[in-house]
């Protein structure tokens, strides 16, 4: 079946701008969640939704980063006012959630570049 | 808070070679444990996880880790790399209370595995 798909897979922007980073969760998982990888590093946790709302926005690192899900489904992780550290590869992975051993499936993340 | 730490950042071995590659965690609580691996160009795919009981699991690709419980540790092994386990190594940590919730990533392990 379908896994957890990401789009763009390549972004480049100028620092400064606004991008937004869409992900298609498989389909029936509740659970969704968004990390950050920099080159050389771990996932790195930004926020979770289970459903529509979000239940763990600990990990975003300022108030230029937003996430929304209104549907419960396709989720959108907006960046503004991008800065140069805010390259790296987003990933976005879902899971059957409401189950905590339920395992995440990743995306193949999208690369963002802020030049 | 949860953390978890792998010791080996790059890892070079030849085909036949036995593997083992740390993983410690730290968390006050009960924990599910994974092990992610990510080919180049590829993304995160889960290799094995611990929920609970025998401590000794066993995933795909004739990998399997150990849940130390007393060292807060659940190591990768496998007895005999081949040249296609070149890969990044994830250890994860998961708290286990709830519903899902986030999961908290190392740094990673690079494997070559020469020929």
């Known amino acids: 079946g379908a896994g957890v798909s990401q789009t763009p897979s390549n972004k480049v922007t100028e620092k400064g701008k606004y991008v937004e980073l869409r992900c298609d969760p498989i389909s029936g998982h509740t659970a969704l969640y968004w990390y950050r990888q920099s080159l050389g590093q771990g996932p790195e946790f930004l926020i979770y939704f289970q459903g529509t709302g979000a239940a763990d926005d600990s990990g975003l690192p300022n108030d230029r980063f937003f996430a929304v899900r209104p549907e419960g489904s396709v ?41 | 808070a949860q953390s978890v730490s792998q010791h080996n950042h790059h890892v070079i071995l030849s085909e036949a070679a036995s593997l083992e590659l740390g993983c410690n965690y730290s968390y006050g609580g009960t924990v599910n444990l994974f092990w992610y691996v990510q080919y180049p160009g590829q993304h995160l795919q889960l290799l094995l996880k611990y929920f609970s009981g025998d401590p000794l699991v066993k995933g795909i690709k004739g990998f399997e880790a150990e849940f130390i419980k007393s060292k807060f540790s659940f190591n990768l092994r496998k007895p005999s790399v081949q040249w296609s386990d070149t890969a990044e190594y994830f250890c994860a940590v998961r708290g286990n209370t709830g519903t899902a919730s986030k999961l908290t990533f190392g740094t990673g392990t690079r494997l070559q595995v020469t020929l």
């Open chain 1, 75 to 115: 989720s959108t992780l907006k960046i503004q006012r991008t800065e140069r550290g805010d390259s790296a590869v987003y990933l976005c992975a879902s899971s059957y959630g409401g189950r905590r051993n339920s395992p995440l499936h990743f995306g193949n993340g999208t690369r963002l570049t802020v030049t």
